[in-house]
């Protein structure tokens, strides 16, 4: 049973171009949750879905990001216009959903943008 | 929503040593806790967790206790190795959604 899968592992992007993030949740998982990871800042939540649907974006910028998981294919996470302080750390994890379950991460998009 | 403290790091130790990173966190309801930890270039993975008062998580010789009282979950392990180096997140999951919450993490590093 493969594990969740980011593509891709390093990502160089100019200011203004656009950033596209995968993730390819476990097997049986319908929950997909996406983090940002700046250095000595911890992982912030930023969004929440489940298969089509948006669940919680409170983490989200208003503009600029945008997050989907449809029906067929992996969670992407689209970064339009891309500035300097985008560069961060980007993981995806999945997991079955419910109380008691953890979260599987992936290996996370390291995201440079110059 | 759901928020966490930890100690701040980094948290340095000789090889052996005792260790304790503190968490403390604040969350909607009765929330599930959970540590992971984090490999240097790795995303986190978990390695313990509890899901209901006094009970204790356990796995590669650490463990940590749900306190509900103190609203606590400290990670203890009585003799680190070097292989242990890495940073460690405390995550409550709770609320309507069960959203893991992470704060800053606390990094260790043990040395030989």
């Known amino acids: 049973n493969a594990g969740v899968m980011q593509n891709p592992r390093h990502l160089v992007r100019r200011r203004g171009q656009e950033a596209r993030l995968r993730c390819s949740p476990m097997?049986?998982?319908?929950?997909v949750y996406w983090y940002r990871q700046l250095p000595e800042e911890g992982l912030k939540f930023m969004v929440y879905?489940?298969?089509?649907?948006?669940?919680?974006e409170s983490g989200m910028p208003k503009e600029r990001f945008s997050a989907e998981f449809p029906k067929e294919g992996p969670s992407i996470l689209r970064i339009q216009q891309v500035v300097r302080g985008d560069s961060a750390a980007y993981f995806c994890?999945?997991?079955?959903?419910?109380?008691?379950?953890?979260?599987?991460f992936g290996q996370g998009t390291r995201l440079t943008v110059v | 929503g759901d928020s966490v403290t930890q100690m701040e790091g980094p948290v340095t130790l000789s090889e052996e040593a005792f260790l304790t990173i503190n968490c403390t966190y604040t969350?909607?309801?009765?929330?599930?806790l959970f540590w992971y930890v984090q490999y240097p270039g790795e995303g986190l993975q978990l390695l313990l967790k509890?899901?209901?008062?006094?009970d204790k998580g356990s796995n590669k010789g650490f463990e940590a206790t749900y306190r509900k009282e103190t609203t606590s979950f400290h990670l203890e392990k009585g003799s680190v190795q070097v292989s242990d180096s890495a940073v460690y997140f405390c995550?409550?999951?709770?609320?309507?959604?069960?959203?893991?919450?992470f704060g800053r993490g606390t990094s260790l590093i043990v040395h030989p």
């Open positions: 994890a999945s997991s079955p959903g419910g109380k008691n379950t953890e979260a599987f």
């Open positions: 097997k049986g998982h319908s929950h």
């Open positions: 879905l489940q298969k089509e649907n948006i669940i919680d």
């Open positions: 969350a909607t309801g009765y929330p599930s």
């Open positions: 509890a899901t209901k008062a006094d």
């Open positions: 995550a409550p999951s709770s609320g309507g959604s069960y959203i893991p919450t």
